[in-house]
């Protein structure tokens, strides 16, 4: 057997199967998206790094992002994320555009992570940002988008869940426990390693940055306190939002959330299967600096991404992969031989122009042959029409469901495929 040469390392193939796959989750994604009045952009797959060094962290930049040298020497990246473009794209046009923005995406991007079940360095994501308004409601509503989407793919409360923290109440905190509000960024990347981590090296990791005993004895205590958001009025008003908008089932708080990324100012969040593998799904928060950050006068923004690789992972394990149809024909139309295949052709361009999804077998091969390839494409008809059935202007159509084979004339065959054909 030759040798074939091997797909880039972390990269993906879609076939078909997942190729449809894809296409379904597109289409939940627009449909969710569309429904609470999110118009859909994009931005470049290419950028400076600079766009990224300053505000999305070391290990962003440092680690995660393909960088290389342009003809001109510049660095770029293949985008890693997609925040910052959008900032700057609405800085570039902050005074053309009407605000509030409710913007998403789905797109490509790619970050050096190591290839893993659930991880890859090539992925799809899906983006959704509303820009322009700085309040409890604005961050109920995007929460409130990610939380619709998991249950229109069968998700539920119970197999899902969306917790959620506050930057600006744990900023509070740590004004509290005696810590200055510059060793925040310190405080957050702790707080983001403590689920990574055994206590004991997690707590040993703590004294060697720096913090006393009872500093982190007061981080401890903070991460198991339940019921913290209780003290900021804004999250009380962001869960009575999540009440009103009937997804408050999906969303807990837990101190926990932090984010990574440096460019979050208020709620963060992120959504994880409940299961044994805990596995994260989406994330996002606030960010009321970045347009500014970027050139724009300032402007508040909250939003959040979900990349395509871990979610069928999760709906596989709950059972609720879909069934996805990979074969957009319905109908095959068969060639009897070559003299017919003009016939053949004609008919498949009737049945095209009153809307029907028609493919033609490319060869006049025998026609158990013809049967067998649209059965294991899951076709729902094959016409036939030869010598006889030309002469009197009529071709027999197979049911490939049933087996059952009708004659039919030609006039009449795209009224009977459309009347056979699945609701």
């Known amino acids: 057997m030759k040798n074939i040469i091997q797909s880039v390392k972390g990269t993906r193939e879609f076939y078909p199967q997942e190729m449809a796959l894809r296409t379904w989750l597109y289409n939940k994604i627009r449909q969710v998206s569309e429904s609470f009045g999110y118009q859909e952009y994009d931005g470049p797959f290419l950028e400076s790094i600079e766009l990224y060094a300053a505000k999305s962290g070391e290990e962003l930049v440092k680690e995660q992002s393909f960088v290389f040298p342009d003809r001109g020497g510049n660095l770029i990246t293949l985008r890693p994320e997609l925040t910052l473009s959008l900032a700057r794209m609405v800085a570039q046009r902050q005074h053309e555009l009407v605000f509030p923005l409710r913007w998403w995406s789905f797109g490509p991007f790619w970050r050096y992570e190591k290839p893993q079940k659930g991880r890859t360095r090539e992925f799809f994501q899906w983006n959704a940002d ?7 409601e604005a961050d109920a509503e995007l ?4 939380a619709e989407f998991f249950r229109s793919v069968g998700l539920t409360s119970s197999d899902v869940k969306i917790m959620v923290n506050n930057r600006e109440l744990m900023e509070a905190e740590i004004i509290r426990l005696g810590i200055a509000i510059e060793e925040k960024v310190k405080v957050f990347g ?26 982190v004895i007061g981080f401890q205590q903070i991460l198991l306190n339940k019921e913290l958001y209780k003290s900021s009025s804004d999250m009380m ?7 009103a908008l009937g997804v408050s089932d999906y969303v807990e708080y837990d101190a926990r959330i932090v984010r990574g990324l440096d460019y979050y100012t208020g709620l963060v969040f992120e959504a994880r299967d409940i299961g044994e593998s805990a596995r994260a799904i989406l994330g996002g928060g606030r960010y009321d600096n970045l347009v500014g950050d970027v050139g724009g006068d ?24 879909p069934e996805v149809q990979t074969q957009p024909a319905t109908v095959l139309v068969t060639v009897f031989d070559q003299e017919t295949f003009d016939d053949s052709l ?19 091969v025998k026609l158990g042959k013809q049967f067998k390839f649209a059965d294991r494409l899951d076709m729902e008809f094959a016409v036939v029409i030869g010598p006889d059935e030309i002469s009197q202007d009529q071709v027999q159509v197979k049911n490939l469901k049933s087996g059952e084979q009708t004659s039919i004339s030609s006039a009449d065959l795209a009224a009977f495929i459309r009347k056979g054909l699945p609701a």
Do not use: C, N
């Not at 509303?130 to 409890?136: A, E, I, R």
């Not at 008003?237 to 009440?243: E, T």
């Not at 508040?300 to 709950?318: K, Q, R, S």
């Open 130 to 136: 509303l820009v322009g308004v700085d309040s409890p």
């Open 143 to 146: 929460v409130a988008v990610a």
């Open 190 to 215: 702790l707080i983001d390693r403590r689920d990574k981590m055994a206590q004991s090296e997690w707590r040993a990791y703590a004294l060697s940055e720096g913090f006393m005993e009872e500093q």
């Open 237 to 243: 008003r962001f869960f009575a939002a999540l009440h």
């Open 298 to 321: 300032p402007l508040p923004g909250v939003g959040f991404a979900m990349g395509d690789v871990v979610l069928p992972i999760i709906l596989a394990e709950y059972q609720k992969l």
């Open 346 to 364: 004609s008919i498949a361009a009737v049945l095209r122009s009153a809307g029907i999804p028609t493919a033609i077998y490319p060869e006049p």
